[in-house]
């Protein structure tokens, strides 16, 4: 073997030394970070600018009309203090997330673990599960309540259901959870198929190498094979629709104004609901009430992806 | 952006505003320049997109105007009304803006963008004068009809009051309404259930209400009324005439929720005992003003406006008519109707508004508008006209309305009074209605929010 010099240990060490400030590093690094600036820019205007503005708001006594004017902290102590309907509406919102994000990524593997497998049909069911994905949430949600309306005019589920002597709950204007319980259900149809084509996608990317080998290793049937490999395997993908749907589902809007209009009794009013009622009229209690909601999703988030990241599989 | 670019995009922007510039030439020249299509368009809104304030450089004004005015009408209004005034008025050009849905936050958001579609008027309920006249957008409408003593005194005087805040008038009325109550007549034959009577001092009484209920809801298929779960506006609203007929009031002048005495209580409660004696069916959710359940037969009675005139004279699919709200202590319905606000962007544009609104208040335009949209005229030479009278005699079912006029009562003009109809609708009526809440606690609870919307 030969001996290394000095010399050359030295040369070696220099190459793999890393590069210093030098004027030139410094250039190159300004020249990569000006391509950056047109999206910076953009995320200014469209992002930062917007936050910080809601920011300001939330210390104003605002309508719309005239100018602000600064009250300090007035609008948190609303809140916190004077809105009974602020903490129903977290408490409403709090529940569709606890309801919505599971059942869409619980159904969206589901399905994706079952049009994994070749078939004939198995372009139809894809295309079936995916197409309310296009629909938008306006028309899906008046159809919804259209098909399970119990108003003077009854939706054809109630109807059926009345025709053999069973009483549909009466959502639009009794009762709150089973209000709940439609919108999730609507919003579980419309959107579970978007998580079942990212499952999909994490599915056909598993070697098909790491089924053979724990088939070797004594796992005999398929749900041996979906808990001990699909699964951990899944974990980025999960971790991406667990986040993804838990900040779709905090900011939905759509579902709640067209299917109850917030009710019954503004059992159906969220966070975002609530801002959208007082943005008008109290726009310093709304940015307070926005304010406070960017802060408990950025937190909540990070927590998911904390949790999520140490408990993720790579191989 | 170097100094070469700066000085063009200055340029352009000078032309933009001067109005020496069309806005598709200033987008490609924009572009040009090196703006992005986004940051052109964003700066042409920005600099009024040809003129900053309506006006052009010949001295014709061009004022904004937006409506939610339905379509039939509002086509008729377009083709018909709109062109005899841009005859008389060859200065002003009015571009209507359909907002589709009466939001009145759209209005604020407008007015607060500015730009050159910025409102310079609207067409609204009377909930918003105290919002605008706190944030002095209003100008000096009541100088202006003092001095137009002859329109002053035409205007129906509760009219007068219904458009004024602080003592003077603010926004002047285009057309009003008010909801009464639709009958099915064979349903009522069916039923052995007397017809009330059209005039409101001689119509029926609660307690007849209640009766008629009971035995209409013994029909197959059918219930007594149709409860409206409108939405917090639409219920507040209704909920007036009903209050009124009460002898209650809702709000105070000083904005403390009047609703949660004595006769506000009486009033819930009775409501509450129609549905929980099984004599109503319910609308779909935020939808109180569709009729749907009436015109399907489901419910006999329904509370609801004469904007549906283009409907009804075509429902051919039983016979009906229309009846004043039943009274307790004396009759009564609720104000409502659209009144036309003028925005103070620029003396020229005021004046331009002020025109239109001055043709608005005409004979002509009042009876050509209310005879096409079914809405009420506004002024007494119009209701009282040869044209207008044999229209009623048309359609007598439109008495029902006419005559709760004189009774109606109006909902308050305060700044919150938005927010107080959200407050007493999400409070009171949808857990005392829909849930059957206790009736006193659930008002003191709506009245507590109401007193804390105070400013």
């Known amino acids: 073997m030969a001996v290394q010099t000095q010399k050359q240990v030295k040369a070696m060490t220099l190459a793999n030394k890393p590069r210093g400030l030098g004027t030139s590093a410094i250039l190159r690094q300004l020249q990569a970070f000006s391509f950056t600036v047109p999206a910076l820019v953009l995320l200014a205007i469209f992002l930062i600018y917007p936050i910080g503005y809601v920011i300001y708001l939330s210390f104003q006594r605002w309508n719309l009309l005239g100018n602000p004017a600064y009250i300090g902290i007035k609008n948190y102590n609303t809140l916190f203090l004077h809105s009974a309907d602020f903490f129903q509406a977290i408490g409403s919102t709090l529940l569709f997330v606890v309801l919505a994000v599971p059942t869409q990524i619980i159904l969206g593997l589901y399905l994706a673990v079952l049009l994994n497998e070749k078939f004939a049909g198995r372009t139809f069911f894809r295309t079936t599960f995916f197409i309310p994905m296009a629909i938008s949430f306006v028309a899906a949600g008046i159809v919804f309540e259209r098909i399970f309306s119990t108003g003077s005019n009854l939706g054809i589920i109630p109807q059926t259901l009345a025709n053999i002597g069973i009483n549909f709950p009466d959502w639009e204007h009794r009762s709150g959870t089973w209000a709940m319980l439609i919108i999730v259900l609507m919003n579980t149809w419309k959107s579970a198929g978007y998580s079942m084509i990212v499952y999909l996608a994490g599915l056909q990317s598993i070697n098909p190498d790491y089924y053979e080998a724990a088939q070797i290793d004594g796992a005999q049937n398929a749900w041996q094979r979906f808990l001990y490999i699909s699964l951990p395997l899944l974990g980025p993908t999960t971790t991406l629709l667990l986040i993804t749907h838990t900040i779709g589902s905090f900011r939905a809007f759509v579902p709640f104004f067209v299917m109850t209009n917030g009710g019954p009794a503004g059992a159906t009013t969220t966070l975002i609901f609530f801002v959208y009622n007082n943005y008008a009229n109290r726009t310093g209690v709304a940015s307070a009430a926005t304010t406070l909601f960017l802060i408990a999703v950025l937190a909540i988030t990070a927590v998911q992806f904390l949790i999520t990241r140490r408990q993720n599989v790579y191989y | ?455």
């Open chain 2, 1 to 455: 952006m170097i100094s070469e670019q700066r000085e063009a995009l200055d340029d352009i922007i000078g032309k933009i505003r001067t109005g020496r510039m069309t806005r598709r030439n200033f987008i490609e020249r924009a572009i040009a320049v090196g703006l992005s299509s986004t940051a052109a368009v964003s700066l042409l809104e920005a600099c009024g997109g040809g003129t900053d304030t309506g006006t052009s450089s010949n001295g014709k004004a061009t004022v904004n105007l937006y409506h939610t005015i339905p379509t039939s009408t509002e086509t008729y209004w377009k083709e018909n009304l709109l062109t005899v005034f841009a005859k008389k008025n060859p200065n002003v050009t009015l571009v209507p803006y359909q907002l589709g849905v009466e939001d009145p936050t759209v209005i604020r958001s407008k007015i607060k963008a500015g730009g050159s579609t910025a409102p310079d008027m609207a067409w609204l309920a009377s909930t918003e004068t105290g919002a605008y006249v706190q944030a002095n957008l209003v100008p000096d409408v009541d100088g202006w009809l003092n001095k137009h003593p002859d329109l002053k005194n035409n205007i129906f005087p509760s009219l007068v009051t219904l458009s004024s805040f602080q003592g003077k008038v603010q926004s002047l009325p285009w057309m009003t309404n008010n909801t009464a109550m639709w009958i099915n007549l064979d349903a009522f034959n069916a039923a052995k259930v007397p017809v009330p009577s059209q005039d409101p001092e001689k119509t029926w009484t609660w307690d007849e209400f209640a009766d008629a209920c009971k035995k209409l809801s013994a029909l197959k298929g059918m219930k007594g009324f149709l409860m409206h779960n409108g939405g917090p506006g639409w219920d507040a609203w209704l909920f007036h005439a009903w209050l009124g007929a009460n002898g209650g009031e809702f709000l105070s002048s000083g904005g403390d929720a009047s609703f949660a005495n004595a006769a506000g209580q009486e009033t819930m409660s009775f409501l509450q005992s129609l549905v929980k004696n099984g004599y109503t069916t319910y609308s779909a959710p935020n939808k109180g003003y569709d009729p749907s359940g009436w015109y399907t037969g489901k419910a006999a009675i329904t509370a609801n406006g004469p904007w549906n005139f283009p409907d009804l004279v075509k429902f051919k699919t039983f016979k009906f008519s229309v009846v004043p709200y039943p009274r307790n202590k004396k009759p009564a319905t609720n104000t409502g109707g659209n009144q036309l606000f003028v925005f103070n962007r620029n003396q020229q544009n005021v004046d331009a508004s002020l025109a239109y609104a001055e043709y608005m208040l005409s004979d002509d335009f009042q009876i050509a508008f209310n005879i096409q949209s079914g809405n009420l005229p506004v002024t007494q030479t119009a209701t009282k006209s040869a044209q207008y009278q044999d229209h009623l005699k048309q359609y007598p079912f439109l008495a029902g309305w006419v005559n709760g006029v004189p009774y109606g009562v109006a909902r308050s003009s305060l700044p919150q009074a938005n927010d107080v109809q959200t407050a007493f609708g999400q409070t009171a009526w949808d857990p005392i209605i829909l849930q059957g809440a206790d009736v006193k606690q659930s008002l003191a609870k709506a009245a507590d929010k109401t007193n804390s919307l105070k400013p």
